[in-house]
Nanobody, 124 residues
Framework: VQLQASGGGSVQAGGSLRLSCAASGGTFRNYYMGWFRQAPGKEREFVATIVRGGNSASYADAVQGRFTIFRDDAKNMVYLQMNSLKPEDTAVYYC??????????????????WGQGTQVTVSS
């Protein structure tokens, strides 16, 4: 499957962005999906994940209550709605897909397919 992330940009603290990830070349409903991010000089970290079918999701503590992941299997899309953005949310954001046997995972190694990343910059 190929993943294409978009929707990044520059916003002020407190603002919102919605990231989109378009999937192609696979059966989207068979994948659980995740969003990860990587800030300059830091390792890539988990942000959010959503199960196949979309009825359950989990989040990193740092974004819980501010970010929402959701998917539209009819459109082969997964989204990350980001509200109340903070400067520490500045990073390149990546979407990822997995056909693993788990319902979902917060581990980078569980994801086989990755998008190219989209930059999010939050200014104070």
């Amino acid at each position: 499957v190929q993943l294409q992330a978009s929707g990044g940009g520059s916003v002020q603290a407190g603002g919102s962005l919605r990231l989109s990830c378009a999937a192609s070349g696979g059966t989207f409903r068979n994948y659980y999906m995740g969003w990860f991010r990587q800030a300059p000089g830091k390792e890539r970290e988990f942000v959010a994940t959503i199960v196949r079918g979309g009825n359950s999701a989990s989040y990193a503590d740092a974004v819980q209550g501010r970010f929402t992941i959701f998917r539209d299997d009819a459109k082969n899309m997964v989204y990350l709605q980001m509200n109340s953005l903070k400067p520490e949310d500045t990073a390149v954001y990546y979407c990822a897909a997995s056909t693993g046997i788990l319902r979902t995972s917060q581990s980078l190694s569980a994801y086989k397919y990755w998008g190219q990343g989209t930059q999010v910059t939050v200014s104070s």
